[in-house]
C-alpha cells in the first residue's frame, strides 16, 4: 500500500489561510484516490473532500465547499488541501487518505472505502 503523511498544520485565527501537504511514498501516488478526513474534539470523524487519480475532479463535504481546495501533483507524490476562510468550527484534526483503484474518475466520500490513514495533523483555528 502506501504511506501518507501530512504536514501543514498549526493555530490560525479565523478568517485565516492554511494549505495543508500530504507527502505519499511506498506506491505510485497516481494509483490512488486520495482525501481527506478530520476529526474534532469531541465529534465523530467526517469527510472533507475527496480527489480522483485524474485529479480534474474533485468532491467537497457542503461545510467546506467555496472554501477549500484540495489538488494533487502526482510527480510530485504530494496532494494539497488548500483551506480558506477558516472559521472556529474547522478545527480538528486532519487525515489524508487514498484507496487503490482502477478507474481515474472516481473517489469516495466515506472512511470504510479508505484503506490508507496518514497520522493527521492538527488545525485550530481561534476565533
Known amino acids: 500500500q502506501v504511506q501518507l503523511v501530512e504536514s501543514g498544520g498549526r493555530t490560525v485565527q479565523a478568517g485565516g489561510s492554511l494549505r495543508l501537504s500530504c507527502v505519499a511514498s511506498g506506491a505510485t501516488l497516481s494509483s490512488f484516490a486520495v482525501g481527506w478526513f478530520r476529526r474534532a474534539p469531541g465529534e465523530e470523524r467526517e469527510f472533507v473532500a475527496a480527489?480522483?487519480?485524474?485529479?480534474?475532479?474533485?468532491f467537497y463535504a457542503e461545510s467546506v465547499k467555496g472554501r477549500f481546495i484540495l489538488s494533487r501533483d502526482n510527480a510530485k507524490m504530494t496532494v494539497y488541501l488548500q483551506m480558506n476562510s477558516l472559521e472556529p468550527e474547522d478545527t480538528a484534526v486532519y487525515y489524508c487518505v487514498g484507496r487503490l483503484v482502477r478507474h481515474t474518475q472516481i473517489f469516495y466520500n466515506t472512511e470504510k472505502q479508505y484503506d490508507n490513514w496518514g497520522q493527521g495533523t492538527q488545525v485550530t483555528v481561534s476565533s
Open positions: 480527489i480522483a487519480r485524474a485529479g480534474d475532479s474533485a
